[in-house]
């Protein structure tokens, strides 16, 4: 694969104002929320639905939106220099699209901190959140922060780079995967009587969590097979292990949906009787 050709390389030019992205980015998600999602927006969206929610609900309610709306906007800015870093042709110092200013590193580092504050945000905001969630975003948050931290010590990490970039690959897949599931909790907050209706999408992010938990392991070990040489010791003993316990949460999130997808039959078949 491409990924075992890129050099040992800075991440961007950007990685020192690393902290200065991530508070302007929590400052972004703050005037968002407040401001337009509970300003006004989700009342007008919903109406009463969300104005008698209680506040536990509607505390996730809002984060679903924010966390939802944050992985479509990373998805769509950083989908190309993801895919061209990792799989075609291009490396972090690579002009993003022709720019003479701007490279793949300056919008991958960008995209990581926001996915990073989104956790950050919803480990903060969330008033009630599963331990299982909590460790899958603590672990999130701080690998994501690490492979950053790494690249400023390139003459004694030899495997920052790679490590960087699968990173990257752990991140496309979380955000691909685990779209649906905010849909569809939003879904579920807005439509609870529709018992049909919520079956199928149960179902559906059931089977799209675990399909996308199984093609994160093949193709994240197919990698990291694929640099064996080029890994330390302590990456090839902490990466399959950090992924398992990743794989196990996401399998977690997807037995939950298969519950609420049996919750649901359970109550189409009352009704029915």
């Given at each position: ?50 104005t ?28 190309y ?9 291009a490396?972090?110092?690579t ?48 690998i ?16 920052a ?5 699968l ?20 879904l579920y907050?807005?439509y ?59 399998l977690?999130?997807?037995?939950n ?17």
């Amino acid at each position: 694969p491409h990924i075992t050709h890129v050099p040992l390389q800075s991440i961007s030019a950007l990685a020192p104002f690393s902290a200065l992205i991530i508070s302007v980015i929590f400052v972004v998600y703050f005037l968002i929320r407040f401001y337009f999602l509970e300003g006004f927006l989700l009342k007008k969206l919903y109406g009463e639905i969300y104005t008698q929610m209680n506040e536990c609900t509607r505390r996730g309610f809002v984060n679903h939106h924010i966390a939802g709306a944050t992985k479509i906007l990373i998805l769509i800015i950083a989908a190309y220099p993801f895919v061209d870093v990792a799989f075609v042709h291009a490396d972090l110092h690579t002009p993003f699209a022709g720019s003479k200013y701007v490279t793949m590193g300056d919008i991958l580092i960008v995209a990581a901190q926001m996915l990073i504050a989104m956790y950050v945000f919803e480990l903060f905001y969330r008033p009630k959140i599963s331990p299982v969630s909590v460790g899958h975003h603590i672990g999130t948050i701080i690998i994501g922060q690490a492979a950053i931290a790494i690249n400023f010590r390139l003459a004694w990490e030899k495997d920052a780079t790679i490590e960087f970039i699968l990173c990257t690959v752990w991140g496309a897949f979380d955000i691909i995967s685990e779209f649906l599931p905010h849909v569809s909790i939003i879904l579920y907050r807005v439509y609870p009587e529709s018992h049909h209706f919520l079956r199928r999408i149960f179902a559906i992010s059931c089977i799209t969590t675990f399909t996308g938990t199984i093609l994160e392991t093949i193709v994240t070990m197919w990698l990291f097979g694929s640099l064996w040489t080029r890994w330390t010791t302590a990456f090839k003993v902490t990466t399959p292990m950090l992924h398992t316990l990743f794989a196990a949460a996401q399998l977690w999130g997807s037995w939950n949906f298969y519950r609420m997808y049996q919750r649901q039959k359970r109550m189409i078949a009352e009704e029915d009787r």
